[in-house]
């Protein structure tokens, strides 16, 4: 069989499967670094997962990997399997909240540029793909590393996780670049289940918020009538993802990712209370008097509302790959409705049966 071209880090994931399922579907010869390597449970799992979404498998191949080590601890057999990748997407991260920074730096921060010290040792390499966050790499001048106490400040400003996306998305762009290879950062907004099916599979952030809702548990909602959380649904930012490398020629790209129709979240959560029959909430707090309120109270978790914000994104760049592929959002509304439909369905995570390590929280690969 055909070496593989392209490597998927994070393949078990709730993104990284899609990818694979949208890589797969158009012919590409795949791989997937994977903890535990071939016939681990991870990969026995995620290769149910793409058979059941009409994938074959057969071409796809797998090499044990640890995202946390040097060379991304492959052994030197699969290293050679993988002389021919010329595309890498670096889905792989931590993401939970209330993580300290001993446990987000090794995987968002220390793990980011493993992944892109191993893609510049590959003799073909045409881009290397960094999945980063809407809300991080705004700043046209990154600087890394950050002397000690600004890395702590910005640890306590914002919290173990999302001070560790911005420092991983910094480290990627300063690095790549001194490196001398190609490489995209795709910054997407919150992603939401299958447009056309609702499947999720990651149930923080605002699918969190939704399951408030849903059980009662909203009586006020955080931020003001123009905060803005928006959204992108799950296969249309895979066939983003797909299409980086084809369609990027500079050295260095950076895409934000987002649907600019969705709703201002006050508008979003009462499109949802009327879809699934709730009471919506009955005001608006405005976020730095939560900050001082017992979370026992609110509900809300610190981290989460620095992404409680009246930002809006620039999205032109984004918005040219799209149209250059044909791509389109679907109706953002239906999408969010199918969501949340799936998400009471599925007990907002309760149904889902994958092992623990594919989870939320947990480092893929």
Do not use: C
């Amino acid at each position: 069989m055909p070496l593989p071209t392209t490597l998927v880090l994070g393949a078990t994931g709730f993104i990284g499967r899609w990818l694979v399922l949208e890589l797969l579907t158009r012919g590409e010869l795949v791989a997937v670094a994977v903890r535990g390597g071939t016939g681990s449970p991870r990969d026995t799992a995620l290769r149910s997962w793409l058979r059941a979404h009409g994938a074959a498998d057969t071409t796809l191949t797998t090499v044990a990997a640890d995202l946390t080590a040097p060379g991304l601890g492959l052994t030197p057999e699969d290293d050679t399997g993988l002389a021919e990748i010329r595309d890498v997407h670096n889905l792989a991260a931590r993401y939970e909240f209330g993580l300290t920074r001993a446990e987000a730096h090794p995987a968002n921060v220390d793990g980011a540029l493993h992944a892109l010290q191993w893609s510049a040792t590959r003799p073909h390499l045409r881009r290397h793909v960094h999945l980063s966050g809407y809300r991080v790499g705004r700043d046209p001048r990154p600087r890394y590393p950050l002397p000690p106490r600004e890395t702590a400040a910005l640890y306590s400003r914002l919290g173990a996780y999302e001070a560790s996306k911005h420092l991983g998305d910094a480290a990627v762009r300063v690095t790549a670049d001194r490196l001398g290879i190609h490489v995209t950062t795709v910054n997407p907004s919150s992603v939401i289940g299958h447009s056309a099916t609702g499947e999720a599979g990651q149930y923080l952030g605002l699918a969190h918020l939704v399951r408030q809702l849903h059980r009662g548990r909203l009586p006020l909602l955080p931020g003001t009538r123009r905060t803005f959380v928006p959204v992108v649904t799950v296969d249309h930012l895979a066939r983003f993802l797909a299409a980086v490398p084809v369609h990027d020629r500079a050295p260095a790209a950076a895409h934000t990712v987002l649907d600019p129709e969705t709703p201002a979240l006050p508008d979003l959560v009462a499109l949802l209370a009327t879809h699934l029959g709730v009471r919506p909430p009955r005001g608006l707090v405005p976020v730095p008097v939560v900050r001082v309120l017992p979370r026992a109270l609110t509900g809300a978790d610190p981290e989460t509302l620095t992404f409680l914000s009246e930002d809006r994104y620039d999205t032109a760049s984004a918005d040219e790959l799209a149209a250059a592929v044909g791509l389109t959002h679907p109706p953002v509304r239906a999408a969010l409705r199918t969501w949340a439909t799936r998400l009471v369905a599925d007990g907002f995570g309760a149904a889902e049966q994958a092992p623990a390590a594919e989870r939320p929280g947990r480092v893929s690969p």
